[in-house]
């Protein structure tokens, strides 16, 4: 019996992972401009990260993480997010004593949630994230936020929907957190039993709930918006100012509330509003995180970051209908006539290729025309070939594809006339 690939993950293949490149490349150049550095932590961690990072009532601690014991005896888990490793990251290595700050880091690889699979929900995804940590400025905010707009908006997408909300400070969210289970206690009963359970623990997440998502209590909930503090709605309305000055639309959401735990302030979803998108329209997701650092043992820092998935970016391009600018084709295929040519070939090739041009030849012993056929194949942008009579001579036959034009070159000039091309 043949073994196939576990649910939920997938085989990025020659031909699709080019664009996998483009788009990291993109984001790696992105994140220049805006100054955001590398960082890159294992893919597994102590799970007690998550269970304190993430939050103990969340979707992700509770039914999605891939946990297990190693042979230490140690309780180890495949990050299923980004944050929480990173934050950890940057209390271990006391990047908060850096002269630098606020110490802006990006992230980019995979991440591991046992979720049902379907369209746009895979059980290993990859994440391409940045996190702001060490300022309590408005305007990192919304420079996070312009970050993930601008790579959507760079790789041509154009139907995107960027929904904002605050869920305040402590003070306005214990606030809030004591109106909601006044609202819910007295039905609690017809609800699931992880509500039930999220009652006490944190009501917020009754909101996030999947199964009782129309209950009639959902839509008569208290909202966050009318329990902010004035310190919090200053920080919310700052952050909307500097929006609009970016010229980037956004709506309020005052139902926005996120499914990890450690949101406090800003809170932000990017979906893609593209006709024939599938069920799961959320590209991207972030926010503030203030009490993070702390709860992992380290000094009082502010942060904000997103992460978003290139799975689901590749979705949102399918559903514009948006072809990536891909660079097609090799430099110069290499064909020979006769053994001696063949041989001569080998070094040949090994030129070109150390002189910087993709170039390829025949490994199969195919005659001149299957030869042609292949470079055809590989959309070869030059053909050159030797034959006995080219090597006697030192020369050898290079021939333009696009417009048929053929020359005879030195052999011993071969690289530097590709050198001299436009490629
Ligand atoms: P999240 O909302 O759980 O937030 O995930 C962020 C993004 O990851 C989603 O918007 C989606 O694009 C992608 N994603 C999540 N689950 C899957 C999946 N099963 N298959 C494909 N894509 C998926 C976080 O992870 C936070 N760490 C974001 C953040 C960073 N907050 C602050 N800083």
Known sequence: MSINIPRGTQDILPGEVEKWHLIERKARELCEKYQYHELRTPIFEHTDLFIRGVGDTTDIVQKE???FEDR??????????GTAPVVRSFVEKKMFGYPNQPVKLYYLGPMFRYERPQAG??????????????SNDPAIDAEVISLAMNLYK????????LVVNSLGDKASRNA????????????IGEFCRDCQNRLE???LRILDCKQDHDHELMKSAPSIIDYLNDESKAYFEKLQQYLTQLNISFEVDPNLVRGLDYYNHTAFEIMSNAEGFGAITTLCGGGRYNGLAEDIGGPDTPGIGFALSIERLLAALDAESIQLDLKEGIDCYLAYLG???KDYTVGLLQNLRMAGFSAERDYLDRKIKAQFKAADRLKARYVAVLGKEELKNNKINVKNMSTGEQVEVELGSFVQYFQGLKL
Do not use: D, W
């Not at 929900?121 to 060490?134: M, S």
């Not at 760079?154 to 929907?161: A, I, R, Y």
């Open 154 to 161: 760079e790789l041509g997408l154009k139907k995107l929907k």
């Open 339 to 341: 053994e001696e040519a």
């Open 201 to 203: 623990k944190n009501p």
């Open 121 to 134: 929900r895979f059980r290993q995804f990859v994440q391409f994230g940045a996190e702001a940590l060490g």
């Open 65 to 67: 993480m891939y946990t």
């Open 72 to 81: 230490g005896g140690r309780s180890i888990t495949l990050r299923p997010e």
């Open 176 to 187: 809030h957190r004591e109106a909601l289970i006044n609202h819910f206690q007295p039905r």
